[in-house]
């Protein structure tokens, strides 16, 4: 999960072609164009220890070729943003929402004194394309002309591709099996026109993306990521180590874990009529949630959403009303949440 925003993509699709989008994710594969992701290169002696310092996993194990989730906190446990941090031989590439890339150096900045760390950042100079749905890895296998392509989540590799040379890493940012591909900004056209002569790939628009990552409980920086809620609340759990000792709001995120002090949760919705993000839903008169995304699924035709809701609803099944409508809220897990 890279907790990124999607495609680069401003042309409305008609329902028939979101279907096909959708379809694609699901059970083909799909591509979009991530170029908006940040891109941060993090070189020194002391990148890695000092980002394993400043975020929730330990990162201190990572060698060359591998990659892992991270969730960079402020000091009261807050979500600055959740991070893919790539170690390659030379230095850390650190993936970032499209709108705190520069937060981020500064962030790191700010913690930086006697370190050996140099941020660049390469989002302008470089091009990143991902694939998303169980055919990807045949696609890139296809197209690859040299290097093998990572077939792990968590690696990554150069491949040549279109006569380029690309980072390739398995990510599964959507939920499913998915990789990314970043290469330099000068090469991106002929990748992506690479990509898009091969066979069984489908360019697929911002519509059908949300609606697999509503599905999927994927969150995004912007709406269930944010300094409003912490890792435990956003189900970052996976991403939270309990044992590597100190980072930055460390024993707040400890505390809250150790006496069961969240109290919030975030959960997939079921909309039965019109609800618009940043809604309120109550319970017998009072505040018991807020909705952080809807999408409509193509293929079951429903109003689906995310939100934040009290820890101590259930599961599943729990009816809200949305504030201000006749539309409810029918509470579901998310995929993963169970853990």
Same mark, same amino acid.
């Given at each position: 999960?890279?907790?990124?925003?999607?495609?680069?993509?401003?042309?409305?699709?008609?329902?028939?072609?979101?279907?096909?989008?959708?379809?694609?994710?699901?059970?083909?594969?799909?591509?979009?164009?991530?170029?908006?992701?940040?891109?941060?290169?993090?070189?020194?002696?002391?990148?890695?220890?000092?980002?394993?310092?400043?975020?929730?996993?330990?990162?201190?194990?990572?060698?060359?070729?591998?990659?892992?989730?991270?969730?960079?906190?402020?000091?009261?446990?807050?979500?600055?943003?959740?991070?893919?941090?790539?170690?390659?031989?030379?230095?850390?590439?650190?993936?970032?929402?499209?709108?705190?890339?520069?937060?981020?150096?500064?962030?790191?900045?700010?913690?930086?004194?006697?370190?050996?760390?140099?941020?660049?950042?390469?989002?302008?100079?470089?091009?990143?394309?991902?694939?998303?749905?169980?055919? @990807?890895?045949?696609? =890139?296998? +296809?197209? $690859?002309?040299? /290097? *093998?392509?990572?077939?792990?989540? !968590?690696?990554? %590799?150069? &491949?040549?591709?279109?006569?380029?040379?690309?980072?390739?890493?398995?990510?599964?940012?959507?939920?499913?099996?998915?990789?990314?591909?970043?290469?330099?900004?000068?090469?991106?056209?002929?990748?992506?026109?690479?990509?898009?002569?091969?066979?069984?790939?489908?360019?697929?628009?911002?519509?059908?993306?949300?609606?697999?990552?509503?599905?999927?409980?994927?969150?995004?920086?912007?709406?269930?990521?944010?300094?409003?809620?912490?890792?435990?609340?956003?189900?970052?759990?996976?991403?939270?180590?309990?044992?590597?000792?100190?980072?930055?709001?460390?024993?707040?995120?400890?505390?809250?874990?150790?006496?069961?002090?969240?109290?919030?949760?975030? @959960?997939?919705?079921? =909309?039965? +009529?019109? $609800?618009?993000? /940043? *809604?309120?839903?109550?319970?017998? !008169?009072?505040? %018991?949630? &807020?909705?952080?995304?809807?999408?409509?699924?193509?293929?079951?035709?429903?109003?689906?959403?995310?939100?934040?809701?009290?820890?101590?609803?259930?599961?599943?099944?729990?009816?809200?009303?949305?504030?201000?409508?006749?539309?409810?809220?029918?509470?579901?897990?998310?995929?993963?949440?169970?853990?």
């Amino acid at each position: 999960m890279a907790g990124t925003s999607p495609a680069t993509l401003t042309e409305p699709r008609s329902s028939l072609s979101i279907r096909a989008d959708y379809e694609a994710l699901q059970s083909g594969a799909g591509l979009l164009d991530r170029s908006r992701v940040g891109r941060i290169s993090f070189a020194g002696d002391d990148a890695l220890d000092l980002l394993h310092r400043l975020s929730t996993n330990d990162l201190l194990g990572l060698e060359a070729g591998q990659a892992v989730n991270t969730v960079l906190t402020s000091p009261k446990g807050r979500i600055v943003d959740l991070l893919y941090v790539l170690r390659r031989d030379a230095d850390v590439l650190v993936m970032t929402a499209p709108e705190t890339r520069r937060k981020v150096v500064d962030w790191v900045d700010f913690y930086t004194f006697a370190e050996d760390v140099e941020a660049r950042d390469l989002t302008c100079e470089t091009a990143m394309f991902s694939l998303s749905g169980p055919g @990807a890895e045949g696609v =890139l296998e +296809g197209l $690859a002309e040299g /290097g *093998a392509v990572p077939a792990g989540v !968590g690696e990554h %590799a150069e &491949v040549r591709l279109a006569g380029a040379c690309a980072r390739v890493a398995r990510s599964d940012f959507l939920g499913g099996r998915g990789y990314d591909l970043i290469v330099p900004s000068e090469a991106g056209q002929a990748v992506r026109n690479g990509l898009c002569a091969a066979g069984g790939l489908r360019p697929v628009g911002s519509e059908a993306y949300e609606a697999v990552r509503v599905e999927r409980g994927v969150p995004v920086y912007g709406k269930e990521l944010g300094e409003s809620y912490n890792p435990l609340e956003a189900g970052l759990l996976d991403y939270v180590s309990f044992t590597k000792g100190c980072y930055v709001g460390q024993e707040v995120v400890t505390r809250l874990n150790t006496y069961q002090k969240v109290q919030k949760r975030l @959960a997939g919705l079921i =909309l039965d +009529g019109g $609800a618009a993000t /940043g *809604a309120r839903l109550m319970l017998d !008169g009072k505040q %018991a949630g &807020v909705i952080t995304s809807t999408a409509v699924s193509p293929v079951r035709g429903a109003r689906l959403g995310l939100g934040y809701v009290r820890r101590t609803l259930p599961a599943e099944g729990a009816v809200l009303q949305v504030e201000g409508s006749r539309a409810t809220a029918r509470v579901t897990p998310v995929p993963g949440s169970e853990r």
